[in-house]
């Protein structure tokens, strides 16, 4: 697992939040139940009403909660297990039945110009 951070400039900024806002596959924070639970830890109910628990990859790599932004996720299409996963739309239903995971995640904060890249390979 590796995480990356860009920083902005006042200029690259405004263009990026500009690309951001021209793409359909961004979605503004906050993130899914499904990668909240994943990325920052917590619970996830199956249908069952049983509980399964997950750390958050944050913690290991030192992501900071970030609460004004976008995020887009993407499966590691090297790994070919993760080609039959939609991590671009990734539920509860299926995270709980995952055993690894392997896909990418960008986090930009509006607040301070920061795109955090988080490589998850289990």
């Not at 961004?26 to 899914?32: G, H, I, R, V």
């Not at 299926?94 to 990418?104: E, G, H, W």
């Amino acid at each position: 697992m590796k995480l990356y951070k860009f920083v902005f400039t006042a200029e690259g900024k405004k263009s990026f939040v500009s690309y951001i806002q021209k793409q359909k596959s961004w979605k503004n924070l906050p993130l899914s139940q499904a990668y909240q639970a994943l990325i920052y830890g917590g619970e996830v109910k199956d249908f069952s009403g049983n509980i399964t628990e997950f750390g958050g990859f944050a913690k290991e790599v030192g992501l900071p909660k970030i609460s004004k932004g976008f995020w887009k996720a993407i499966g590691d299409r090297s790994v070919v297990t993760a080609r039959f996963i939609d991590y671009e739309n990734l539920d509860t239903k299926t995270l709980i039945n995952l055993k690894s995971f392997d896909f990418y995640l960008a986090i930009y904060d509006t607040e301070k110009g920061v795109l955090y890249m988080l490589k998850v390979n289990t």
